[in-house]
């Protein structure tokens, strides 16, 4: 029951069982457009299950349950990673992941107002931040202690918008507010051009509590979002460095993974990787789970 916040303790062999799965029906929704926005939402998809299965006080079967936590996904064309998410908590039916991206279905390649758990839509980027500075606000001045969390990519982290944003939440204290960042290192032509580093001290000195971690060690994402918990009257920022096109090794070698498109015989191999993937490092913490016993 996703609503009793927060559960007494990561149970993170479960969350990684999920962001598997989470993992699985991108692979799946991508092969069947034959393309997709598919390296940022294999790097993502530890921190979406994170946040939605561990952190986020939510409700599967009423998403406009109106003292839901937000989850503002700021990068529109992640949005397929949401699609995945929602699907595996039951929010959205199965069968409605059939229809991505085909002509008046809810789930597009982008988050559109008509689509199931979007606050906002985000294909314009360096909008998220400001909606939920916004969003924030409107929810402390009512009286709600629902809480805000913002993800937003690197290459937002170029606009100018984000960073007026970031002043404002820190100028009202807003502490329900985390600004989850995806820092993969890519943008739409490959390497960040824009020099951003060091990035978590940027955040630092617009007066958020930061931290960063590696976002794909599922131990560090549950922890650093418990660490923002802290009503300490600082917006918070978790800066996650992830690996566009984790679990599939000949996608995490990529050079350019920010718009994947493959040979229609390249999927199953693609997939093939990601069970193989995921039994190797399911046997590794095994292994450490018994060294550790001893
Ligand atoms: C305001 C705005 N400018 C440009 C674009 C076009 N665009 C879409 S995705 C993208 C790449 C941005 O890089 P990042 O946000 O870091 O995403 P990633 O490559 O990790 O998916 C760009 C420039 C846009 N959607 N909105």
Redesign the pocket.
């Known amino acids: 029951m996703l609503r009793n916040h927060p559960p007494p303790s990561a149970d993170l062999e479960r969350l990684r069982a999920v962001a598997h799965a989470i993992r699985r029906t991108c692979i799946e929704l991508a092969t069947g457009k034959g393309q997709g926005?598919l390296g940022?939402a294999l790097g993502f998809a530890d921190v979406m299950a994170a946040v939605y299965f561990h952190e986020l006080r939510w409700d599967p079967r009423d998403l406009d349950w109106p003292e839901r936590d937000r989850f503002v996904l700021s990068?529109g064309?992640y949005a397929i990673v949401l699609w995945a998410t929602l699907a595996e908590a039951g929010a959205i039916p199965r069968e409605e992941l059939a229809t991505f991206a085909t002509d008046d279905s809810r789930l597009d390649m982008s988050t559109l107002d008509t689509s199931p758990g979007v606050e906002a839509t985000g294909?314009?980027?360096?909008h998220g931040l400001p909606v939920a500075v916004g969003m924030a606000l409107g929810l402390r001045l009512s009286g709600s202690d629902a809480r805000v969390f913002c993800e937003l990519?690197?290459?937002?982290c170029q606009?100018g918008s984000t960073w007026e944003a970031a002043l404002s939440a820190a100028t009202f204290g807003l502490d329900r507010l985390v600004a989850i960042v995806?820092a993969?290192g890519?943008?739409?032509d490959g390497e960040i051009v824009v020099a951003l580093e060091p990035l978590a001290e940027k955040w630092r000195a617009f007066g958020f509590d930061t931290q960063e971690i590696d976002g794909n060690d599922m131990a560090a994402v549950v922890a650093a979002l418990e660490r923002a918990r802290a009503r300490d009257g600082r917006p918070k920022a978790i800066v996650c460095r992830t690996l566009p096109g984790k679990g599939v090794p000949r996608l995490e070698r990529r050079e350019k993974a920010?718009f994947i498109r493959v040979e229609a015989d390249e999927w199953g191999a693609i997939l093939a990787e990601l069970e193989a993937e995921r039994a190797r490092a399911s046997g590794r913490t095994a292994q450490e789970g018994r060294e550790g016993a001893t």
């Open positions: 926005y940022q990068t064309h294909g314009s980027l360096g990519s690197d290459g937002e606009e995806d993969n890519i943008q739409a920010h």
